[in-house]
């Protein structure tokens, strides 16, 4: 059972912004770096953001990525079919001593 | 550019020991920069991470997963490897072993996995 709590699904239509939360604690995402990864049906995982708000080379900047206390927020903007996909969260947990990932979030693209 | 690519069995007996090698390319393991990582996910479910090593030989486990996991690394080979001993169903999963990055920060950890390999299903069953 993740120590990250992210919604299991949002949705909206093309050229549209979501938001996908990664809610959790002091011992992670409060004193922690936080990333997120985008998996595609049927592929490995794929950085989309480190460090909490940056974006490795070649990720769009229609990714982005930002922390408040205790959650971090993905951004997803200008919304395209390619990116259907679930979307995870991840970070150090400094009392597990482990990463640790989020649940998991499937975007849909109505 | 760097490259990783897991081998291993794809089915594995309950109680037997699940064995995994991760080679990589393009780039050397030995690299002081990067720590090398496992991460699992059993099928329609997220991802776990399972343990990470340094070119060193030096290695941190899971917690839950901690007196079933050895990860060893042969910096000859570029290769490191995963071994999960007395396995059940629940080990049946898509096994993906990924480059570690580990930021140097002022306050907090900052770590996290790029690029990943494709990934590889283990079934346990008998």
């Known amino acids: 059972q993740s120590v990250l709590t992210q919604p299991p699904s949002v949705s909206a239509a093309p050229g549209q912004k979501v938001t996908i939360s990664c809610s959790g604690s002091?011992?992670?995402?409060?004193?922690?770096?936080v990333s997120w990864y985008q998996q595609l049906p049927g592929t490995a995982p794929k950085l989309l953001i480190y460090?909490?708000?940056k974006r490795p080379s070649g990720i769009p900047d229609r990714f982005s990525g930002s922390k408040s206390g205790t959650s971090a927020t993905l951004g997803i903007t200008g919304l395209q079919t390619g990116d259907e996909a679930d979307y995870y969260c991840g970070t150090w947990d400094s009392s597990l001593r482990g990463y640790v990932f989020g649940t998991g979030t499937k975007v849909t693209v109505l | 550019q760097l490259q990783l690519q897991e081998s291993g069995p794809g089915l594995v007996k309950p109680s037997e020991t699940l064995s995994l090698t991760c080679t990589v390319s393009?780039?050397?393991?030995?690299?002081?920069?990067?720590?090398w990582g496992w991460i699992r996910q059993p099928p329609g479910k997220g991802l776990e991470w399972i343990g990470s090593i340094y070119y060193s030989g030096s290695t941190y486990y899971n917690p839950s997963l901690k007196s079933r996991v050895t990860i060893s690394v042969d910096t000859s080979k570029n290769q490191f490897s995963l071994k999960l001993s007395s396995v059940t169903a629940a080990d049946t999963a898509v096994y993906y072993c990924?480059?570690?990055?580990?930021?140097?920060?002022?306050?907090?950890?900052?770590?996290?996995?790029?690029?990943w390999g494709q990934g590889t299903l283990v079934t346990v069953s008998s």
């Open positions: 393009g780039g050397s393991i030995s690299s002081s920069s990067y720590y």
């Open positions: 002091s011992s992670n995402i409060g004193n922690n770096y």
């Open positions: 990924a480059r570690q990055v580990q930021g140097v920060r002022g306050s907090g950890t900052s770590r996290w996995f790029d690029p």
């Open positions: 460090d909490n708000n």
